[in-house]
């Protein structure tokens, strides 16, 4: 009979410690998950931001070539008119 007990007892401390031992993994897992779904957050934020700075840059740059061929062409009208 005390065997058993002491069986018991032995099964049922073995189980406690493994089951702190799992959740400190899986607290620790949680953690790393959180630290790593930060980085990509910054790193797609940072990506986004550089797409949109390039697309304003295209779009004035467009916007400017598109103001020049206007300028240009309301000059020929003007030359038109004239003559």
């Known amino acids: ?8 007892a032995f099964v049922a401390i073995a189980m406690i410690s493994c089951k702190d031992k799992t959740q400190d ?7 790393e998950i959180g630290t790593e779904v930060e980085q990509k957050m910054d790193t797609v ?5 550089t797409a949109v ?15 020049e061929k206007m300028d240009k062409a309301a000059d020929k009208m003007k ?4 003559k």
């Open 45 to 49: 934020a940072a990506k986004a931001e």
């Open 79 to 82: 030359e038109a008119v004239k």
């Open 1 to 8: 009979m005390r065997k058993t007990f002491l069986t018991v």
């Open 25 to 31: 993994k899986i607290e620790d897992a949680t953690k």
């Open 53 to 67: 700075d390039t697309a304003k840059a295209k779009m004035e740059s467009a916007v400017k070539k598109g103001e």
